[in-house]
């Protein structure tokens, strides 16, 4: 087992690039879990309340007085008077986010058809003064069709059927299927950035055996020995095997412990880990395909940068699936991290397990696994070719 | 015989290297293989070792044929690249346990072996180095003990002492010719005829993929017309003296250029002996004297009409 254990003196040698990646990936790992918006926020709607302060020039106006009714159920109304400079110093000073004002004979000329316009002044870019004009808008909007639709109704009568309407609430249910448990959501996050840190650890990790392997010379010498060629390739892919084995569990391990009390179900964990090590299986095809072509250090350093970062940035590592541009998305699908992304995502959304809620996933494994193979084939033809045609 | 090639033909495309080769390498023989860059010494041996396929021809080791396959034959082979093939990930002790261990798969017998290739070479302070470390002399001799350290009965060295100091080179030399006492045949290729005349019992010179002469050097040199070389530094020589040179037993040519007179003889026993005494009886002053021998680059140049090193 001479070539075996080579492998993995040689492998120590790159051992600690590999602890600063595993380092950055830990990083990353917490730092996004961390900063992740919880599914709960995401997955609820609650309207915030604005403050504003209401000047009334109609205060006589059944329908204006209607209207300052509905906005003290909707809003946090301030009393600071008319005076323009103390309202605009309650705006500087984000007191209130906007002024409203209603002005002489709304009502009136509400009730008469005309278009009356309520004013408001407000900071410029605050969310409260962009959600106060929406509901002055609704509102008048409202009252508009209770005014044309609703007969000779009296002023009082339109404002009470307006408010009433406003008051109705929609329970709002987002159908996005992967916002789910937001407990499992920090496994979802370690697991998908996982694909990032393996893919450039196998690159890292098989480039710079075989780049040691590879040299003329010493596979010259290798191949002047009573060793078998086909022990010393079988010596080869079991080191690798087993060194992507090793970091694979050492990553998946990491992630369960860091993140123990996100675990719902054994079915789950068990999910995200066969779904990891087809990925690892594709990774350590990717390293090998790899291998043939680095030559050097820098020539690694380049190929195992591009290539994780790449791939991954394409296919919904970083940035959500749902954010990216169909184009994106069509051109991810060549890639095994893009399955490898989707799949992770709907197991975290998994409520049962069943044959139909796991189908999709167990098919998305299997097109990384088409891919590990594809990928594996490829690297070995051009082998194949390189050494017959220096033969 | 411990090698045997007959009528090897390698072709690339339109260039053939290897043109009809024949070579036999008997038992116990440090058998040189000389010729300038390109003359097909280096595809000659990777076509022994099995690691090119060639066009047309067999190839014997210890008897039996060559292959790719033929691990049996292998496991008696040590071979010496001409570019260092170690790794440098591996200290010294390493690499040649590594090598070592592709071979001789009991540990304790291995480690007995690394420590006399170690010895061999003088690495015994530079184990725990890595290749990196090492000079260039040294990083030759770690190369030399990778390839020696399971003690093999047939010891390959390609051009092994390419930009090696000359001190590095002689030590390189000498254990060659140690190896070879203690029952090695080697096979030694080179460009430089200085270190193939040294150690050589018999030599094959190499050019355009033929063997176009092999034997001992002596035999060699014995093949061309020229002979020794006499150099003497005189003054005062005219045509009549040169034409009574010319007239001396077994000279070939003379020549008197710039006070230096240069005598080449074709065989013929006590020359300089003879050349002085002519120089003396006619009161002729003369200052440096000094002979030469025929070297293998005559050899070639009067073959092939080009310098070895051309």
């Given amino acids: 087992m001479q070539v075996f254990k080579t492998f993995f003196m040689i492998l120590k040698k790159s051992a600690p690039q590999m602890c600063i990646y595993l380092g950055v990936f830990l990083g990353l790992s917490i730092m996004f879990t961390t900063i992740a918006p919880s599914t709960q926020q995401a997955a609820s709607f609650e309207p915030s309340a604005f403050r504003a302060a209401v000047i009334n020039k109609d205060a006589d106006g059944e329908l204006s007085k209607a209207f300052v009714s509905y906005l003290e159920e909707t809003a946090e109304l301030v009393d600071i008077g008319s005076d323009r400079e103390a309202l605009q110093d309650a705006m500087f000073f984000r007191k209130i986010d906007c002024v409203i004002t209603i002005p002489e004979n709304f009502s009136a000329d509400f009730l008469a058809g005309k278009d009356p316009q309520i004013q408001t002044s407000s900071i410029k870019d605050s969310v409260g003064a962009v959600y106060a004009q929406m509901q002055i808008d609704k509102y008048w909007s409202t009252a508009e069709l209770f005014r044309d639709f609703g007969g000779d109704a009296a002023p009082e009568r339109i404002g009470g059927w307006t408010a009433e309407s406003l008051r109705e609430q929609a329970v709002v249910q987002l159908s996005d299927e992967s916002v789910g448990d937001p407990s499992q959501n920090q496994l979802n996050y370690h697991f998908r950035y996982l694909c990032y840190v393996m893919i450039a650890l196998m690159i890292l990790g098989i480039t710079s055996i075989m780049m040691s392997f590879n040299k003329k010379d010493l596979r010259m010498r290798n191949l002047c020995s009573p060793l078998k060629l086909g022990r010393m390739n079988l010596q080869i892919v079991l080191a690798s095997l087993l060194f992507s084995v090793a970091s694979w569990a050492i990553l998946v391990g990491l992630g369960l412990i860091l993140y123990m009390k996100s675990i719902v179900s054994a079915q789950m964990v068990l999910l995200f880990c066969l779904n990891s090590f087809v990925m690892m299986l594709c990774c350590l095809s990717i390293g090998y395909l790899a291998s043939l072509f680095v030559k050097n250090r820098n020539v690694q350093g380049a190929v195992y940068n591009i290539a994780s970062l790449g791939l991954c940035f394409l296919s919904g590592v970083f940035v959500p699936q749902q954010l990216l541009g169909s184009t994106v998305k069509a051109v991810a699908s060549f890639t095994p991290t893009f399955w490898y992304v989707k799949a992770n995502d709907e197991i975290s959304a998994l409520s049962h397990y069943d044959w139909d809620a796991v189908s999709s996933i167990v098919g998305y494994a299997g097109i990384q696994l088409a891919f590990a193979a594809t990928i594996l084939l490829v690297a070995l033809a051009i082998g194949r070719y390189r050494r017959r045609s220096n033969a | ?310």
């Fill in chain 2, 1 to 310: 015989m411990v090698i045997s090639v007959k009528d090897l033909v390698k072709r690339y495309g339109q260039l053939v290297a290897l043109d009809h080769l024949d070579l036999q390498v008997e038992k116990g023989e440090v058998f040189g293989l000389l010729g300038p860059n390109g003359s097909g010494k280096t595809t000659a041996i990777n076509c022994i070792l099995s690691l090119l396929r060639y066009d047309k021809g067999t190839i014997e080791i210890f008897g039996k044929s060559m292959r790719p396959d033929a691990y049996d034959i292998k496991r008696d082979i040590g071979i010496i690249m001409q570019n260092v093939a170690v790794f440098d990930e591996l200290t010294v002790y390493e690499n040649i346990n590594y090598f070592c261990g592709l071979y001789v798969a009991d540990k304790e017998k291995r480690r007995t072996l690394v420590e006399e290739a170690i010895e061999f070479v003088g690495l015994g302070d530079f184990r725990k180095f890595y290749p990196k470390k090492l000079s260039g002399g040294l990083l030759r001799r770690l190369n030399i003990a990778c390839g020696i350290a399971h003690k093999p009965k047939l010891i390959i060295l390609d051009e092994p002492t390419v930009a090696v100091d000359p001190q590095s080179r002689n030590n390189i030399l000498e254990g060659i010719l140690r190896l070879n006492k203690e029952g090695a045949t080697i096979i030694y290729t080179s460009h430089y005829m200085e270190e193939v005349e040294q150690i050589c019992s018999r030599i094959a010179i190499m050019d355009k993929g033929r063997v176009i002469a092999s034997g001992t050097k002596e035999e060699l040199k014995a093949m061309i017309k020229s002979g020794e070389k006499i150099n003497v530094h005189t003054f005062t020589l005219g045509q009549k003296e040169l034409g009574k040179i010319r007239e001396l037993p077994h000279v070939t040519a003379v020549e008197y250029e710039e006070d230096q007179l240069t005598v080449c003889y074709d065989g013929g026993r006590h020359n300089l002996i003879v050349l002085l005494d002519f120089l003396k009886a006619r009161d002729i002053s003369f200052g440096k004297v000094y002979a030469q021998q025929p070297t293998l680059n005559d050899v070639f140049l009067q073959i092939t009409g080009k310098q070895l090193r051309d």
